[in-house]
């Protein structure tokens, strides 16, 4: 049973409804009530009580067929007769005004059909079965979309687990959210003759998840009217103090933006431009953010001007015009019709100041624009219709719902793997507080649709699902980036996938995770491995375990991350270096490690000894300004040699023990090794290898480079001599 319905014997008191600004009359619900009473119209004639529904249906879709809306405004009628709401109306009164709501945005003939019969599942003996064969599947769907879920089957989860139906019956259909913003709308203009927790408990819900899905689906006429009804209930003073502002404002004997609409349209009517003025004002809501954000308003301030034009060059020709003719203000311009908002919302925004200093905002749109603006997805019609001839049908064969937009997708996504009702609702609530959508580009030229402020480690979930578990790295704009990155509206993401299956996400993932898909699947793998170590817990020692015949051990004791160029006057098994400097001993420089066939060069260093280098190495260059003279060096007949290798990866998992095989296999001996401790997320290794030959050195680079998580390897090439 309906909230709404009641027992026709205790109507409950009337209170009078909460205060709300609207330019456009309300319809006498009362009126209506008393011509449904009489019962329906003679057959094949349209009821009275529906004709201010047809009225405005009419005015979008002059040649739709209002058949089914009698019929289901007969059905719904003889359903709900005997029933009032608690104001003490005929029920009857409620699903007219919601479909009158929507009648008035352009929603098609089956959205209405549908709204006249949203409550007769919930709240009488109509089953779905019967309305499917009277009105067919689509209006059966509508209808149970928006059906409430019974409180004695699912107790406190009532709620929550309605809106969950609701969402996914939404991801089919936006029309099912259209029916139920509008009911939503009507019941919170007659909210006042309910209780005053009961009042609050209402608004909070439509603030936290109604208002912001009426905003992701464009439903502007819906959304700001809800914004000021929630206002007024949550926080009856600050509404109080707005209407005065507001009322006193509508007193002044001069108004600037009527004079600023005028000098608007002398512009364009010098300028042959055909275009509709309008002042558009503000809403109570937008009237007290203002106020909030400059303090004291002036006239300009309580509305915006309002251009509107045939063609989408007309909106830059009105802009051009403004522009050179009046003073813009060139920070306030935005072009929503080139880059359109995720909402489908599209106007150019500009903003011209007066000589006093006063600044009006100025939007340009397209009469289409416009109603799009006002209706968002109630006035695409039908999304659903069958393609025209010269369009192609999905490769499926399924329908294609144009308007399923990303935060949608995203939602559905997430909402399958949230574990309980109390983790849905809290969940969705966090998610539709934000309220503003990026782009970002896959480098195969795909885009993620993201929340502002999403990271790399949302991208990975939002491409991989939990696939993305095995993310260990990204490359944002072609840079290394860690997966905590704050992505940019526009940026390119390239997400760097590890091989090993038993990749884990990290515990400190979470404080990265903004989106609720990323945080539900990381939550969810947490709490399935609890005794679990995330990539930056990883102990940087290899692991124990099993190891080839042919992989030699790796000693414990560390070299230098920096080593120096002074060590032992020999080094066993490291490539031969020869000089014609007498009794001179050689010896290779440890901060560069030169092997053959590397370039060098030899400086004479105390004790006899020459350090030999690599040419390119800064040492050189440090030690020749310092005066020293290089000797001649060159390489004997041996071709073994000894060098140090720098890597760098992402942390994770068996991964020392991966790359030290791979190095292994490659004909490595490790004669030493040093793992850094992880830094934000990024581990840094130094190993010190003897290899029997120096050619095999380029190979081994290669095969630590394929290790999964090593994104660089290179020689030692230090500063430090």
């Known amino acids: 049973m309906s909230a709404e319905a009641t027992n026709p014997a205790s109507p409950g008191p009337v209170a009078p409804t909460v205060p709300r600004r609207k330019a456009r009359p309300r319809i006498d619900l009362r009126r209506l009530g008393r011509a449904a009473l009489l019962g329906p119209a003679a057959r094949d004639r349209l009821p009275d009580a529906i004709g201010h529904v047809a009225e405005a249906h009419r005015a979008h879709h002059p040649d739709a067929d209002l058949e089914p809306l009698r019929r289901a405004y007969v059905l719904a009628e003889s359903s709900h007769r005997g029933q009032m709401r608690k104001s003490g109306e005929p029920y009857i009164t409620h699903p007219l005004a919601v479909t009158l709501i929507l009648a008035e945005l352009g929603a098609e003939t089956t959205t209405l059909t549908a709204s006249l019969l949203h409550d007769t599942v919930e709240d009488t003996d109509v089953t779905l079965d019967q309305v499917g064969e009277q009105f067919g599947a689509e209006v059966r769907y509508l209808v149970d979309g928006v059906t409430k879920l019974e409180k004695v089957d699912y107790g406190a989860a009532a709620e929550p687990e309605t809106f969950r139906k ?20 009507h019941n919170m203009r007659t909210l006042g003759v309910m209780r005053p927790e009961k009042q609050a408990r209402i608004a909070k819900v439509t603030r936290d998840v109604l208002i912001p899905l009426a905003e992701r689906l464009g439903v502007q006429a819906l959304k700001t009217e809800l914004e000021d009804l929630v206002f007024a209930i949550l926080h009856p003073e600050e509404y109080a103090r707005t209407r005065e502002m507001i009322v006193d404002n509508t007193a002044r004997s001069d108004d600037p933006l009527a004079e600023i609409a005028d000098e608007v349209r002398g512009v364009l009517r010098e300028a042959d431009i055909t275009a509709e003025v309008l002042i558009r004002p503000r809403h109570f809501v937008s009237v007290h953010r203002v106020a909030r954000k400059r303090g004291r308003l002036r006239g300009t301030d309580f509305g915006r001007v309002l251009v509107l034009v045939n063609e989408d060059a007309d909106c830059y020709g009105v802009l051009g015009e403004l522009h050179t003719c009046m003073t813009p203000v060139v920070s306030e311009f935005k072009d929503f019709i080139a880059v359109p908002k995720f909402n489908l919302y599209q106007s150019l925004h500009t903003a011209v100041a007066r000589a006093d200093g006063q600044v009006a905002e100025v939007l340009i749109r397209t009469h289409q624009m416009h109603k799009v603006a006002e209706a968002g997805v109630v006035a695409l019609g039908n999304p ?28 559905l996504d997430w909402q399958e793997a949230a574990p309980d009702p109390d983790t849905f609702w809290s969940t969705l609530r966090e998610d539709l507080a934000q309220d503003r959508e990026i782009t970002v580009f896959r480098p195969d030229g795909g885009t993620l649709g993201l929340p502002e402020g999403a990271t790399c480690v949302d991208a990975a979930y939002a491409q991989y699902g939990e696939d993305a578990h095995a993310c260990i790295g990204a490359r944002v704009n072609g840079r290394l980036a860690t997966l905590s990155t704050v992505l940019k509206d526009g940026d390119t993401v390239q997400l760097l996938m590890g091989q090993d299956p038993a990749s884990e996400p990290s515990r400190e993932w979470l404080e990265h995770a903004h989106t609720p898909g990323a945080r539900i699947a990381i939550q969810r793998w947490l709490a399935t491995h609890p005794a679990a170590t995330g990539p930056e817990e990883a102990s940087p020692a290899p692991e124990a375990r099993t190891e080839p015949p042919s992989r030699p051990p790796v000693p414990q004791s560390d070299v230098p991350s920096r080593p120096a160029a002074d060590g032992p006057a020999a080094r066993p098994g490291a490539a031969n270096a020869v000089t014609d400097l007498p009794g001179a001993t050689v010896r290779l420089a440890g901060c560069c490690t030169p092997v053959p066939p590397d370039e060098i060069t030899g400086f004479a260093v105390r004790g006899g000894v020459v350090t030999v280098h690599r040419v390119e190495c800064p040492g050189v260059e440090r030690m020749k300004s310092g005066g020293r003279a290089d000797v001649d060096v060159r390489w004997g007949d041996t071709t073994a040699c000894r060098v140090t290798l720098f890597a760098e990866s992402f942390g994770r998992p068996h991964l020392l023990a991966d790359l030290t095989e791979a190095m292994a296999l490659e004909g490595a001996e490790i004669v030493s090794a040093t793992v850094e401790p992880p830094s934000r997320q990024r581990v840094r290794h130094t190993y010190t290898v003897q290899l029997p030959d120096a050619a095999l050195l380029p190979a081994l680079m290669r095969a630590m480079r394929n290790v999964p998580g090593v994104y660089d390897v290179s020689r030692a090439q230090t500063p430090g001599v």
């Open 166 to 185: 609701m969402l996914v019956a939404t991801g089919n259909d936006v029309r099912v959210m259209s029916i139920k913003l509008a009911d939503r709308l």
């Open 384 to 411: 659903y219709a069958p393609p025209a001839e010269d369009q192609h049908h999905a490769a499926d064969g399924e329908r294609v719902d144009p308007t399923r937009p990303g935060w949608l997708s995203r939602l």
